[in-house]
């Protein structure tokens, strides 16, 4: 169905601990979404880029995370010191960008202990 | 803010059965996916919408921009459709999508 590939499938992070997570968005597609999906199913719009450039990131994104899609390379995400709220599906989509329509990758399951 | 509401939260099936899933929107949306989200996590694209009615072997879904709803019907259902859906809207010229917050289906035998 998607071929947005995300890597790792599962972290775990003490607090305070750095955590990576990447994607390739799929081919042709240059605009890429970072959502955070919780445990009880409510999504968070994190940051999302069109190639290389920031379109719009939320509060908790510009002060605790760092995020880049350099061109020839996967996207990222980072959380710069994890909290146990951070704890949640981390989900990358990506989109050809007229159509509006969005592939999601599997995701990567962050467990802040 | 806008707001997607989906209902039912949870859902029951016998096999052979159907039933529809419903989303409402609380502001004008430019268009509407539906995903299922498997045990693994992964969100399967079902349908985009633009505007009106697609069907896909058993499942069908209509978007009414003009009175801010969706639906998805799931007509014979098997134990393999057991999982949660989602719907979620585009909103904006930016493409973001808001969720609604699921519905669990459970097919049974």
């Known amino acids: 169905n998607s071929k947005v590939i995300q890597t790792p499938r599962y972290l775990v992070k003490g607090q305070g601990q750095k955590a990576k997570m990447r994607c390739i968005p799929e081919k042709g597609h240059p605009v890429v979404f970072w959502y955070q999906q919780n445990k009880n199913n409510e999504f968070k719009f994190l940051i999302n880029f069109q190639n290389q450039e920031v379109l719009q990131q939320i509060d908790m994104t510009e002060k605790r995370f760092s995020a880049e899609c350099p061109s020839n390379s996967p996207c990222s995400l980072e959380i710069q010191s994890s909290e146990a709220g951070d704890s949640a599906l981390y989900l990358c989509?990506?989109?050809?960008?007229?159509?509006?329509?969005?592939?999601f990758g599997e995701g990567s399951k962050l467990t802040v202990l | 803010g806008d707001q997607v509401e989906q209902s039912p939260s949870a859902l029951s099936l016998h096999e052979g059965t159907g039933s529809a899933l419903r989303c409402n929107f609380t502001t004008t949306m430019r268009a509407v996916q539906w995903f299922q989200q498997n045990s693994r996590g992964s969100l399967i694209n079902l349908f985009y919408?633009?505007?009106g009615t697609k069907e896909n072997g058993r499942l069908k879904s209509t978007f009414n921009s003009k009175e801010s709803y969706s639906t998805l019907h799931i007509r014979d259902a098997q134990l393999e459709d057991s999982g949660t859906y989602f719907c979620a809207a585009i909103t904006g010229n930016t493409g973001k999508l808001i969720f609604g917050l699921g519905t669990t289906l459970q097919v049974q035998p």
């Open positions: 919408l633009a505007s």
């Open positions: 989509a990506s989109s050809r960008g007229d159509t509006g329509q969005l592939y």
